[in-house]
């Protein structure tokens, strides 16, 4: 089949432009064939273009070499529909299509490409596997679902210009090309053909640019910037990724969080017509992790933590009583009228569930007609009384206990608490929790490197009050950090900035570098710090994630347009990929076996 040229058409709108007030007009619509019926004497041609699909007519007594142009037509040609709208006849609307009152008469038909069947439907909520769907990814981002995430991201985009515009933000863009620093996730590194043996880092974040660009005295910053980590992958995460960056001057984090709830408010409002009410709570990170085992819980149910060690330091369970003595602690959760709803089965399978937390086992008591359990009978009646007690027990409850070093309970109950109300079905995707975690700790200890690493980066800054215990307890040092967390997931999170350099100097030195060692690394920014610094502070979202909650979606491949797989290849194009033995020798690059 001969195509034909597009020069000399004129699309005169998108598909759902139109509906039952342009009854009469001509029209020029363009667009894939989602479904080709032809009736015998009429043919129903479902055009789809990004906005959604529109009914083109073709009748053979009307027009007969139109319709025999038509009849070849097969889903996913490409056409250019000249005609006159029309109302639907009597008893055809279609109630659930935008344009399902109407219909365009076609006067005119241009055929711009032909199509081989596809590898797949292009249908919403396809059940295709996702290898074929991303291999095949242009066909893919077809798919009215995922053109609408595309289309909203999008839209998403120009609200966060508009937004810190009207709040006296400057967009400014970064270097993609910088020096490589340590602390953080591993590097994308690229190689200098100019300068043999020397290497750029791709960024995986403005970090360092941003807080120079304060001490530029830009004053407020913000950028949708794409950022890069060489780490493994899972629903949420991504080797190269976008954040939405900020940076501003002479700020408290009373500051930085009211802009960011405005922020936050705002695109609910306009992307999804829902209104967040501000501001939001706040909890710190000791009481995150005590009340949830999580720096980002989940607050839409309850299942909170207790810690039950002194109730059962002297106790006759082993288990418990080993785990207290060892330092660790006994903690659990109350599933409120849960006896009744997990067999014996399902909290064998909630068992080997927090073994995947590096837990040694879940212990439990099932408050049904009976309370059955799996440790009391090595525990005295008064024992196990002051147990059920300190976990508020009654009739119908069931309680579920992980005693291990604090890390491993906090993880295993915090993955847990979230593992039941799942099974127990009662989270509600529509129900956003916001909330702030704040005062993280400043430095966590490394067993693997001997030494404290930055929790958040080394330019944090401590709380004005813990600067004294930088040097003699530096694991009890908090952070002037924040995290924004909803529903169980962190959308972003900054932090007030170190701007003293001697204090830099002090944090430098408690994660184990030298002076020299941190000249090597941070030195061009180590000598700004020389010529006035004024208080700064700032915070990044992850914009895929955030989209991604905003799309109703489950992983941040929905919300991306070409994203990439399990081991950070791209099944399209095939990259990762191999280059030419020129291109290493200019490099000065060698591949070892």
């Known amino acids: 089949m001969l195509t034909e040229s597009f020069k000399g058409t004129k699309r005169t709108g998108y598909c759902t432009d139109y509906n039952i007030k342009n009854l009469k007009e001509t029209v020029t619509v363009c667009g894939f064939v989602q479904k080709m019926r032809n009736l015998g004497g009429l043919i129903f041609i479902d055009l789809r273009d990004r906005s959604g699909i529109i009914q083109c007519v073709f009748d053979e007594a009307d027009n007969d070499a139109l319709f025999k142009k038509a009849e070849p037509i097969r889903s996913e040609y490409v056409l250019a529909v000249t005609g006159t709208i029309r109302a639907r006849a009597e008893g055809m609307a279609n109630k659930k299509m935008a344009t399902g009152e109407i219909e365009v008469l076609a006067t005119s038909l241009k055929i711009l490409s032909v199509a081989e069947t596809t590898p797949f439907e292009i249908v919403e909520n396809s059940k295709v596997n996702d290898d074929l769907r991303l ?106 990724f976008t954040q939405i960056d900020m940076e501003l001057s002479f700020v408290e984090i009373d500051d930085i969080i009211e802009i960011n709830e405005g922020f936050l408010k705002r695109l609910w409002k306009e992307l999804m017509g829902v209104d967040i009410v501000t501001p939001f709570p706040r909890i710190t990170y000791k009481d995150a ?58 909290i064998d399978s909630l068992g080997e569930f927090v073994k995947t937390y590096k837990a040694k086992g879940l212990a439990w008591v099932k408050m049904g007609d009976e309370t059955t359990s799996s440790f009391l009978k090595f525990m005295t009646e008064e024992e196990g009384k002051a147990l059920i007690n300190a976990l508020d027990g009654e009739k119908g409850d069931l309680l579920l206990i992980v005693a291990d070093k604090d890390s491993v309970t906090f993880d295993a109950l915090g993955a847990l608490r979230c593992e039941v109300a799942k099974r127990l079905n009662i989270l509600k995707k529509d129900d956003y929790r916001f909330l702030w975690v704040v005062e993280f700790p400043m430095l966590e200890y490394s067993e693997e490197e001997g030494r404290f690493t930055a929790k958040h980066h080394p330019f944090t800054a401590p709380m004005d009050e813990d600067v004294g215990l930088i040097e003699s307890d530096p694991a009890a040092v908090r952070a002037k ?47 700004a710090f020389k010529y006035g610094t004024p208080p700064h502070g700032g915070l990044a979202y992850g914009f895929d994630r955030l989209m991604m909650y905003i799309c109703g979606e489950d992983t941040i491949r929905d919300v991306m347009a070409f994203p990439k797989v399990q081991n950070a290849s791209e099944p399209m194009s095939g990259c990762p990929d191999i280059v030419d033995e020129k291109q290493l020798e200019e490099l000065g690059i060698a591949i070892k076996d």
Request: hydrophobic share 35%.
């Open 289 to 346: 992790m005590e009340r949830y085992g999580s720096d980002k819980p989940d607050t839409r149910f309850g299942f909170e933590l207790r810690n039950i060690s002194e109730t059962v330091r002297n106790c006759g369970f082993k288990v418990f009583k080993d785990a207290v003595e060892n330092g660790g602690s006994v903690r659990g959760i109350n599933v409120k009228q849960g006896a009744g709803k997990f067999s014996r089965k399902e």
């Open 481 to 527: 950090a924040y995290d924004i967390v909803l529903n169980g997931t962190e959308l972003g999170g900054g932090s007030l900035r170190i701007y003293n350099s001697d204090l830099q100097a002090r944090m430098f030195k408690a994660i184990g570098f030298t002076e020299e060692e941190a000249r090597a690394k941070f030195g061009f920014f180590i000598d």
């Open 135 to 240: 291999r095949y990814r242009y066909l893919d981002l077809r798919r009215p679902d995922l053109q609408a995430n595309i289309i909203k991201r999008s839209h998403a985009a120009k609200i966060i210009h508009d937004y810190f515009n009207e709040n006296g933000f400057l967009e400014i863009e970064t270097p993609t090309l910088i020096k490589s620093t340590p602390e953080g996730a591993r590097d994308y590194l690229v190689p200098s053909r100019l300068q043999h043996g020397h290497f750029y880092a791709l960024p995986q974040s403005p970090q360092l640019y941003k807080q120079l660009l304060m001490l530029a005295g830009m004053d407020r910053y913000i950028q949708i910037a794409h950022c890069f980590r060489d780490e493994d992958l899972r629903a949420d995460r991504q080797p190269e």
